[in-house]
């Protein structure tokens, strides 16, 4: 950031964002490097007459943070005198989760896709669904009881 004053004013390093853009900027791509056609269809693999190709899902998860500092003329101290300081930063951070969905199957007698189920994902929704119902009704009951016992 320039003063606009003077012509021959050089760029105020203090508050000068560049280092934590730069940051940002390189945590950003690294993200989306992740997301292309590689990361979702994987090499096909031939096995006789039939080619398999796996199918992933890919799921970029990022989060970013910038911060800036900066320093008077004069730090406090007499060693100090006339020295001047300043400081930038950024950060950025994330995740990428990948898992199998499908396996395209291309064989003589035509091309399928086999969906590929998780187990686990599926009884861990039941047993939330499950728990989550049986709380609900618990709740409602007592109400009720407790509603009727108010009355008598």
């Excluded at 105020?12 to 993200?31: G, M, R, S």
């Excluded at 007698?109 to 189920?117: A, D, F, K, S, T």
Aim: no cysteine.
């Amino acid at each position: 950031m320039a003063d606009l004053s003077t012509p021959n004013a050089q760029p105020n390093k203090l508050h000068d964002p560049t280092p934590a853009l730069n940051t940002v900027q390189t945590t950003l791509d690294k993200f989306l490097a992740a997301a292309h056609v590689e990361a979702v269809y994987g090499p096909p693999i031939t096995q006789g007459e039939n080619v398999v190709i796996p199918a992933a899902e890919v799921l970029s998860i990022a989060g970013f943070g910038v911060g800036l500092g900066g320093g008077s003329e004069r730090a406090a101290g007499a060693e100090n005198a006339g020295s001047s300081g300043g400081g930038g930063g950024g950060g950025g951070g994330g995740r990428v989760l990948s898992r199998p969905v499908a396996a395209i199957i291309m064989s003589p007698g035509g091309v399928r896709v086999e969906p590929i189920v998780d187990v686990t994902k599926i009884a861990l929704a039941t047993f939330t669904t499950l728990g989550f119902m049986v709380t609900m009704l618990n709740r409602m009951t007592s109400r009720r009881r407790r509603l009727e016992l108010d009355n008598s």
